[in-house]
């Protein structure tokens, strides 16, 4: 089942009106049904293919080769490939599994659990909740945390301020400051070039003046590498965690789906300079498939928790490991 | 990494020796290594086959020579072939004799289109002393006119825009009347980030294309994009017909087999690599260098240039006589410490070095501003200390760490520091092998 927003996170209370049952059915139906369109292109020319021969004939060398390689294409990377295939392999000499159809589910079971990684949830109940958003330049950290804002004011009815602590990027601010408008939050901001840190402070300062539910701090893409950045990004945590002793409660990492193997290297050194909480795996409309975020769940255990897969304010979605096995594999 | 494929093949073909020659099973068994080591640096799948078919054929036969161990022949092949598919010569832009030049940007969203529109703008109007304009066709995400407007002016580019209101087609072609009424050299027009299987904004791309009939198309490709490389390239080949690929984000540690994938299946050159955060860190590409980072070689080649420009022979004679005599002054290091900043961070340059890719020194951090307190303290010196550290006591010593604005306890450690130093040069000297790793931490 595709889970919603309602699932995706934690909350005191109820929050005002959640649907009711069906129709909070239907709507993760029409979600499924947005995704498999927008992911279209990508399935027709690729996994019809793969899926169709993937299992076909005699299980030989060349089945298990196949498998890989429809794996590798999708950038699980070959260590995390590699130990799928053979779970698989092993199976299927014990005999337990007969037939491409038990086969493919149980490799979609397999791809399911290796996502399964972790606290998967989001939890709002600290009041106010802060929430740090990083990641490698041009990942969609902005355009993420605008519809994120989104979603928490007007589908779980919030209140939310955003920091905008992109101090470096030109017009990163003003860029949030749209989305700010449209999502109708409060946009914190510092002068261009100003210091993150104080951005940061004056961010949770106002959140917490104005009685705001979740606070969402914006930082300044960078490459995992500049080690001057990162110490910068380890000062914002700072700041924040002086301010308030147990935040930021969550710590979210855009990964592009196009990024290849680097991106275990992007969520390892992120992850050591902040801590890293969840994944949110931007970009999945193009035909990259994401399965990097398969390769930092299996060797960093850090969950995907969002999924970006269109530029629409509904584009932003919570992750659910099952389609996310089904669609690196199937049409 | 290099050394590790480089140690795995030795591994694997280390008993090849006695037979003389290689089998087929040796190759098939190095050709798994070479398979590995090209998918984790996100060659696409497709394009690591074909590359050690043929490197397979060209091993099977080589005769076991006495100068090369089996893995190093192995190796040099791997080396030979994957340069020549990454295409010899680095290219360039062609201008065109009728000015404008007009070059066209493409790329998915966050591959730094922008970015590297404000940089290639710089690059040619610093080199070729061309005057550059820039046209801002990006409507779509936010701001990305406002950031346009703030990179393409500190570049010293005229930037062309219309807010975000306007068609981005009529703005180019707008824009192109303008380039040519102010008499400008070239016009970069700047595209918004778009997915190639994004219908309506690929046709809009064709019709930008229609209308400013571009020169040059290129196309900007993150560095560490993974197997979708190909499609994203197939994809704009199509539609945008791209005549070169800028890699972006290559001062990053990913591998970039990206590039050795659209170079593949496109055939078009990479031209220029996007190398850091400034505007000025863009480059010319250089094929034969970006063959050995996928492999992991390190970029041996880039840093050995970089070094040359800094140190002249005549200045390396007079150092290496001071080393010998063991006259290295404070002096003498304040200028080797400043020629060495000017290459780039130390950590960029850590990681050219071959064989520290992966070793702890590359991960080493250099804190840049530490570097900043000891030149200030060398700075706060009288030459005369600087020749006799030995004499930095007492209130020297607190002279020199307000004139710094250090403490000192800092004064004293640099003190200590470059005494051992220069212990350690004395051990060179004499032969001993100095734990480089020790020296540069400062212990």
């Given at each position: 089942m595709a889970r919603d927003w309602y699932d995706l996170f934690l909350l005191d209370q109820a929050p005002p009106e959640v649907p009711a049952e069906p129709e909070r059915e239907e709507k993760r139906r029409g979600f499924f049904k947005r995704l498999r369109e927008n992911m279209k292109k990508t399935r027709e020319a690729l996994t019809a293919e793969v899926q169709a021969t993937l299992f076909e004939g005699d299980l030989d060398e060349e089945t298990w080769e196949r498998l890989e390689e429809a794996l590798i294409y999708a950038d699980v990377g070959a260590a995390t490939t590699a130990q799928v295939v053979e779970e698989l392999e092993r199976e299927a000499e014990d005999g337990n599994l007969v037939g491409g159809e038990a086969l493919s589910n149980r490799l979609a079971e397999l791809l399911a659990q290796l996502a399964r990684t972790g606290d998967d949830k989001i939890d709002l109940r600290p009041d106010p909740t802060v929430i740090l958003v990083v990641g490698v330049n041009g990942t969609g950290k902005t355009t993420t945390i605008g519809k994120l804002a989104w979603h928490l004011r007007n589908t779980l009815q919030l209140q939310v301020v955003v920091g905008a602590a992109d101090t470096f990027r030109a017009a990163a601010v003003e860029q949030l400051e749209r989305w700010g408008e449209r999502a109708g939050v409060d946009v914190v901001k510092g002068p261009e070039g100003s210091d993150p840190g104080a951005v940061a402070f004056d961010a949770i300062a106002r959140g917490r003046e104005r009685g705001a539910d979740v606070i969402i701090i914006d930082t300044a893409g960078r490459l995992h590498t500049q080690t001057n950045l990162m110490d910068e990004l380890t000062k914002v945590r700072r700041v924040i965690s002086k301010q308030m002793p147990d935040a930021p409660h969550e710590t979210l990492m855009t990964v592009d789906a196009t990024t290849g193997q680097n991106g275990v290297r992007q969520a390892k050194l992120f992850g050591e300079a902040v801590g890293v909480t969840g994944i949110i795996l931007t970009k999945l409309d193009g035909t990259a498939k994401g399965g990097i975020a398969l390769a930092i769940a299996n060797e960093l255990n850090i969950p995907v928790k969002l999924i970006g897969i269109g530029e629409q304010l509904e584009d932003l979605r919570p992750f659910d490991p099952d389609d996310f096995a089904k669609a690196l594999l199937t049409a | 990494m290099f050394d590790s494929l480089s140690e795995k093949l030795q591994g694997t073909l280390a008993g090849v020796r006695q037979r003389g020659a290689l089998t087929e099973d040796d190759i098939n068994k190095a050709m798994r290594e070479i398979r590995l080591a090209l998918l984790e640096a996100d060659v696409n799948f497709k394009v690591v086959k074909q590359f050690t078919s043929s490197v397979k054929e060209r091993a099977l036969g080589i005769e076991i020579t006495k100068q090369l161990n089996p893995g190093q022949q192995v190796i040099k092949i791997v080396n030979e072939e994957l340069t020549a598919l990454m295409g010899g010569q680095s290219a360039g832009i062609t201008f065109s004799p009728r000015p404008p030049t007009v070059i066209l940007m493409a790329g998915l969203q966050g591959s730094g289109k922008t970015t590297a529109t404000a940089k290639l703008a710089k690059l040619l109007s610093e080199q070729n002393g061309s005057s550059v304009a820039v046209a801002a066709c990006d409507v779509y995400r936010p701001a990305a006119v406002d950031q346009l407007i703030k990179v393409g002016a500190q570049a010293g580019a005229t930037v062309y825009e219309r807010g975000t209101d306007a068609d981005p087609v009529d703005i180019a072609g707008w824009a192109l009347d303008q380039a040519k009424r102010d008499g400008k050299d070239v016009l970069i027009v700047d595209t918004s980030g778009r997915l190639h299987v994004d219908q309506a904004l690929m046709a809009e791309l064709a019709n930008i294309k229609k209308r400013v009939r571009p020169h040059v198309v290129l196309l900007v490709v993150d560095a560490m994009t993974g197997q979708d490389a190909v499609n994203v390239a197939e994809q704009f080949a199509e539609v945008a017909q791209f005549d070169g690929v800028i890699l972006s984000k290559l001062d990053g540690d990913a591998r970039g087999g990206a590039a050795l994938s659209v170079k593949a299946v496109t055939g078009k050159p990479i031209l220029f690599a996007s190398t850091g955060e400034k505007l000025g860190d863009f480059e010319k590409f250089h094929p034969d260098r970006m063959a050995q980072r996928i492999l992991g070689m390190g970029?041996?080649?880039?840093?050995?240039?970089?070094?040359?420009?800094?140190?002249?022979?005549?200045?390396?004679?007079?150092?290496?006589?001071k080393l010998r005599k063991n006259q290295f002054t404070l002096e003498d290091f304040l200028d080797q410490l400043k020629k060495i900043r000017k290459m780039g961070p130390l950590t960029s340059l850590l990681g050219m070095i071959p064989g520290l890719a992966g070793h702890q020194l590359s991960k080493m951090n250099v804190d840049e501003?530490?570097?900043?307190?000891?030149?200030?303290?060398?700075?706060?010196?009288?030459?005369?200390?600087?020749?006799?550290?030995?004499?930095?006591?007492?209130?020297?010593?607190?002279?020199?760490?307000?004139?710094?604005?250090?403490?000192?306890?800092?004064?004293?450690?640099?003190?200590?520091?470059?005494?051992?130093?220069?212990?350690?040069?004395?051990?060179?000297?004499?032969g001993k092998m100095p734990d480089l790793g020790q020296i540069m931490r400062g212990r």
């Open positions: - | 970029d041996v080649l880039s840093f050995i240039e970089k070094a040359e420009q800094q140190v002249d022979q005549d200045e390396a004679k007079e150092l290496e006589r501003k530490e570097l900043d307190r000891v030149e200030a303290m060398i700075l706060s010196m009288t030459p005369y200390e600087r020749r006799h550290p030995e004499l930095i006591k007492g209130s020297r010593r607190l002279r020199i760490a307000k004139g710094s604005g250090t403490t000192v306890q800092q004064v004293n450690q640099l003190v200590k520091q470059f005494d051992q130093m220069r212990k350690v040069m004395r051990g060179i000297q004499q």
